[in-house]
């Protein structure tokens, strides 16, 4: 590593997080809201980790083995079971990623951020997925076919001249894929409307195709664990697409056939009383000649009765997320069904409940279980299998017996750009983003007459250095124009909060730099033309339908 000034060292770190590193607030904004078709703003990343249980990318991005720029800026700043992902990419095992865009408009850079994620999945070895959401688009914003029709065809493009592969991946709409949709239709019979009410705040005038438009997203999904085997598949989204994350990866749950879970003697614990037993059995068992046999139901219940679970940790916002008061709850009900177990020896087993299988299936799973095992009336316990030799039995038989064996799927979330002007990026106002389809010379000017985090005169600047984390050009520069050039970035951010970049000649830089990109990305889009005329995409739907809402 060269050696840096400690005003350098601070800056690159800063550089590293565009916003500079999220506060955590105390009180989670009021405004913290996840809506799909609502407008597209966040006030404060953070509060999503605590509202919503979306976890920092932080805590996997070192297990990422070659991480995008975009993980590297802090861009994408949060995820749902990545580690799934980032584990199977390190050991060559497989994996997909896949996204959908909804046609209403010009592809714009805030969807260069997504299509960029794909192909990076793609080029890392994963099985990659980009499709066309029409049927959201004609159900949720009234667009017409035609309207769709010719969106599609652009948002096509962009991908493929940014770098999807067709001949490795797959490109498709929602309402020509037959297979995605019969899987909505098996979705939906685990779906109700008082859950879509709750999640998407759903009512009674809500158009039934719209409805339709959201189990085919879950379908869409979970589409690359259909046609191939069931694998880590990672969804790059924008925060306010994390409920269709969350209603799938229920949904993937509630499909399977079997449900495989810890268990200690023939009783049923949850998962807090579970780990209290599992505590005295632990406890217990070090002292006992055979554990197997001498640790007893009424044993455990004599050494849970003195365990004090640890005190809720007081520093924890929310009692009810802490597991400490989980456990403290949990102790009564379980030296109960350890009194009433008696002289039963608890001996660990790992408990198979058949949810959806067929009767077949069921048969198939007791036959499949290898050593000791016993069979009840809708489940059977195995002796001698850990938990993941009956994750991977369970999803087998399965398979093999015509179930979707699903793995929940996992997500990527990254930050919404500022826009140029300031205030939300919106399609409706031109100025304030910039179209793939942009003129370069509008691009370019569009940079020019951007908002900046500049002081109001060039000698404040020198003296105070500009505001790079409140400036709309450098998240140019860290979300798109830098590319991989963290060096590039890096330099930008410090010159900036050091006085030494003045936004005149950093504005002419990245309007430069918009206007090359502009001109290369249309150059090959134009390239991507006869590409997408070969694949098998219709885009002349000749779809009947009605004309849409303007
Ligand atoms: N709802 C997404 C949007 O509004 C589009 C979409 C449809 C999608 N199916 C998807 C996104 C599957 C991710 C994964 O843009
Ligand atoms: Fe923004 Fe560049 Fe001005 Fe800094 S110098 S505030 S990065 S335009």
């Known amino acids: 590593m060269d050696e840096d000034t400690p005003e350098e060292a601070a800056a690159a770190e800063a550089a590293a997080r565009p916003d500079g590193g999220t506060e955590r607030a105390d009180e989670p904004a009021e405004d913290v809201a996840l809506d799909p078709w609502g407008s597209a703003s966040v006030g404060d990343y953070a509060d999503l980790f605590a509202e ?40 060559d095992e ?98 109700n409307f008082s859950e879509f009410e709750a999640i998407y705040g759903f009512d009674g005038e809500t158009n039934v195709s719209h409805m339709q438009s959201v189990v085919t997203q879950t379908a869409d999904i979970l589409y690359p664990q259909l046609v191939d085997e069931p694998k880590p598949t990672v969804i790059p989204v924008g925060p306010d697409q994390d409920p269709h994350v969350r209603l799938t990866r229920d949904l993937a749950t509630r499909v399977r056939y079997f449900k495989v879970t810890e268990a200690f003697a023939s009783f049923e614990l949850d998962d807090a009383e579970r780990r209290l037993v599992r505590a005295a059995y632990d406890a217990l068992a070090a002292d006992a000649d055979d554990p197997e046999t001498d640790v007893r139901c009424e044993d455990a219940a004599a050494w849970l009765a003195e365990y004090e679970p640890p005190e809720p940790d007081a520093d924890v916002d929310d009692p009810a997320s802490d597991p400490a008061s989980d456990l403290v709850d949990a102790k009564p009900t379980a030296l109960d069904k350890l009194r009433a177990g008696g002289k039963e020896p608890l001996r660990p087993r790992v408990r198979f409940f058949d949810r959806n299988a067929t009767d077949e299936a069921f048969e198939a799973l007791i036959e499949a279980v290898d050593g000791e095992k016993r069979v009840f009336e809708g489940h059977v316990d195995a002796f001698d299998l850990t938990r993941e030799e009956a994750e991977s039995l369970a999803r087998e038989v399965e398979i093999a017996h015509d179930g979707f064996g699903f793995r929940q799927p996992s997500s990527i979330y990254h930050r919404f750009m500022t826009g140029l002007t300031g205030g939300k990026m919106s399609s409706s106002i031109p100025a304030s983003h910039i179209s793939l389809l942009d003129d370069p010379e509008d691009g370019y000017d569009k940079v020019k007459a951007a908002t900046t985090g500049g002081r109001d005169t060039a000698e404040e600047q ?84 009605t004309g849409g809402e303007h």
């Open 94 to 191: 497989p994996f997909a990623a896949l996204s959908g865009f909804m046609p209403t408009g010009d592809p714009h850079i805030g969807h260069k951020l997504v299509f960029d994620e794909i192909i990076w999945h793609q080029e890392q070895g994963g099985d990659a997925f980009g499709l066309i959401a029409d049927l959201e688009a004609h159900s949720a914003r009234g667009m017409s076919w035609d309207e769709i029709d010719e969106h599609a065809r652009s948002y096509l493009l962009s991908l493929l001249a940014l770098g999807f592969d067709p001949e490795d991946g797959e490109l498709y709409r929602q309402s020509d894929n037959r297979a995605v949709q019969d899987l909505a239709f098996e979705l939906g019979s685990k779906a």
């Open 462 to 545: 020198r003296e105070l250095g500009g505001e790079a984390d409140e400036c709309p050009v450098y998240e140019l520069y860290a979300y798109l124009l830098a590319g991989d050039d963290d060096g590039l970035a890096k330099e930008v951010y410090s010159e900036c909060v050091n006085g030494e970049r003045l936004c005149g000649g950093c504005k002419e830089q990245a309007a430069e730099l918009m206007r090359e990109f502009l001109e290369d990305h249309q150059e090959k889009r134009a390239e991507a033309e006869a590409v997408l005329d070969d694949l098998d995409i219709d885009l002349d739907s000749d779809r009947r339908g």
């Open 52 to 91: 919503f249980g979306i976890e920092a990318f932080d805590d996997v991005a070192d297990d990422v083995p070659d991480p995008h720029y975009l993980m590297r800026r802090g861009v994408i700043f949060g995820h749902r079971e990545y580690d799934a992902v980032a584990e199977a990419m390190a050991n």
